[in-house]
């Protein structure tokens, strides 16, 4: 390449370069003149009081207020299933029914000894009142006549399986013809109009939770409230956490035993706190301050942080209702610059 030609261009290069350096120092210097005389674009919020929280959340599986399960005391066939799943039962009310020819009930026997122990009770009684025995004799065949009832009783039991409580039935394991063996789980039975909760603490947050603080779940948009009611002093060992206890209403029966929810524990409530986001507090040094508009101005203003809840930052000092806190903008933003309010 001719000399002169490769010089032109290396000239051109040059000149081209100036020439975008020059166009951005200006744009940069307009841009710097602008901030200068109309002011730093801002966005501003107003500070205002507000209730601050801070919860915890853990998973828990739900169950009844109160809940019992019924086992077989015999081993045999099913004959007879009352109940469903669902169903609302009364305590004592007959669930499930075995046959009564299983010899190993001794139904029938029973049932004669007790018949037999009662009549003769009875006579007894009236032969005692005539004058005709003594007490000793009377309270023999008392005696007599409790042990056969308290015989007979246990024996209707293994035949006839009852409600131990007054709820719903959430768990039937068993169908008519099915065989059974003795301690086998037959039903649940559940109280939903209230339900319970266990939630596992670590030894880490167990201190930031007390009996009687608020908790609450959400189901589809729906907040529904309870309270800790009791909270353990010393650790399971074999969860290695604390054992809390949530009880929670349950309105419309919303809320089903067996499911696993997601409870939330208010562990700090403040009313009035004044509180902002994360994203608008600078630091500097360890030290956290903000930008308030003060007369078209930004003032730097140092603040005190308190508690954290997500985004959410309680801040303690430093900040007034009334403060106009600056949100957008700030970090382009000293002490005393002019600032222009961006609607």
Aim: net charge negative; glycine share 6%; aromatic share 6%.
């Amino acid at each position: 390449m001719n000399r002169s030609i490769l010089l032109a261009i290396i000239l051109v290069c040059a000149l081209f370069f100036i020439s975008s350096c020059s166009r951005e120092q200006m744009e940069a210097k307009n841009l710097e003149q602008i901030y200068k005389e109309e002011g730093i674009p801002v966005r501003i919020k107003e500070i205002d009081t507000q209730t601050f929280q801070q919860e915890l959340s853990f998973h828990a599986i739900l169950s009844g207020i109160k809940e019992s399960s019924v086992f077989s005391l015999i081993a045999d066939e099913v004959e007879k299933v009352y109940v469903k799943v669902g169903d609302y039962v009364e305590r004592d009310q007959v669930l499930l029914t075995f046959p009564t020819d299983n010899p190993a009930t001794r139904y029938y026997q029973a049932k004669v000894a007790f018949e037999n122990a009662k009549k003769a009770y009875e006579r007894m009684q009236n032969l005692y009142n005539d004058g005709g025995i003594s007490r000793q004799e009377l309270d023999n065949a008392s005696a007599a006549f409790e042990v056969s009832r308290a015989d007979w009783e246990a024996v209707q039991k293994t035949v006839e399986v009852k409600a131990p409580i007054s709820g719903f039935i959430t768990k039937v394991n068993v169908r008519e013809t099915d065989n059974v063996q003795r301690d086998d789980e037959l039903f649940t039975i559940s109280r939903t109009d209230r339900m319970k909760a266990i939630a596992w603490i670590s030894e880490k947050e167990i201190s930031d939770i007390n009996k009687g603080m608020l908790a609450y779940v959400m189901l589809d948009g729906q907040k529904i409230e309870g309270k800790v009611v009791q909270v353990d002093l010393a650790m399971d060992q074999d969860k290695r956490a604390f054992q809390a206890v949530i009880e929670l209403a349950n309105p419309n029966k919303a809320l089903k035993p067996g499911t696993t929810v997601e409870i939330n524990i208010v562990s700090y409530s403040r009313p009035e706190a004044i509180v902002v986001e994360r994203k608008d507090i600078l630091q500097n040094g360890g030290s956290s301050f903000v930008y308030v508009l003060n007369q078209g101005t930004a003032q730097k203003r140092p603040i005190k942080i308190g508690r954290r809840q997500d985004l959410d930052v309680e801040v303690t000092e430093g900040l007034n209702p009334g403060d106009k806190l600056i949100i957008e903008g700030q970090l382009l933003l000293d002490q005393g610059a002019k600032v222009k309010v961006i609607q």
